[in-house]
């Protein structure tokens, strides 16, 4: 970390960072482990649960436009997590968590079944490379993850600019028993929500197409 990065973190991680029980890795979860959300947030709230929001170009903005909602980002980059903790400070934005896990873990063992209204997932690491594709989160086994957490109705948003990301997405959630898509005519129009990240303008500027995709969790899981 910066030494900025590292004066954020000794600051602010006590408010916004939640201390996780940890298996065998530094971005692992104990198993048995989980969140009383109400207590982390002070509040019973709708949830919203960010994947990898990085230094919170995403996040900090949708989260200070949502008062009455709360935000719960995984994130294991250390770094960045700094970073977002003093926007966080700055911005006075309050109704946000972060805990430092890897998304299966996090999912696995700190939520509650039926206990998440929205999961955003934007720019996800494409891992473009073919040889790498195995590597990409999105896989049938975390979509059913994932479904287990959502409510009835919650949605999932998606955005990525790797159009073979795009496609694996598409057919992964489309093919999933517990998903309806909710534009199955194409992808989603973008969502107004979404500020345009570093990301997306990296893809935009590389000429590369963005895909958003929202799919909502059937009301009976297979």
């Known amino acids: 970390m910066t030494p900025a ?5 000794e600051s602010y991680q006590d408010r916004w960072v939640i201390d996780v029980p940890r298996a065998d890795t530094s971005t692992s979860v104990a198993a048995g482990s989980t969140l009383d959300l109400a207590a982390v947030f002070g509040r019973t ?3 919203m649960v960010e994947v990898g929001p990085g230094m919170g170009d995403s996040l ?5 436009a949502r008062p009455s909602c709360d935000v719960l980002a995984f994130e294991v980059f250390q770094p960045a997590i700094a970073a977002l903790l003093a926007r966080l400070a700055t911005e006075e ?4 968590r972060i805990a430092s896990v890897d998304a299966v873990d996090g999912f696995a063992h700190l ?3 039926d206990s998440v209204d929205e ?12 040889r790498h594709h195995k590597r990409r989160l999105l896989s049938p086994q975390f979509a059913g993850l994932v479904a287990t957490r959502l409510r009835v109705g919650g949605c999932w948003r998606l955005a990525t600019d790797w159009p073979d990301y795009a496609d694996q997405m598409r057919d992964v959630l489309d093919r999933h028993p517990d998903y309806e898509n909710a534009h ?9 929500d979404r500020p345009v990240t570093r990301f997306e303008q990296r893809g935009i500027e590389a000429g590369r197409t963005i895909t958003d995709l929202v799919y909502r969790r059937r009301e009976s899981l297979s």
């Open 93 to 96: 934005i309050g109704n946000v």
């Open 45 to 47: 709230a709708p949830v």
């Open 60 to 64: 900090a903005p949708m989260a200070a």
């Open 119 to 130: 999961v955003w997932m934007f720019f996800p690491d494409p891992w473009h490379k073919a």
């Open 5 to 9: 990065q590292r004066r954020a973190w």
């Open 184 to 192: 199955p005519d194409g992808p989603a129009p973008r969502f107004a």
């Open 111 to 113: 939520l509650p079944p």
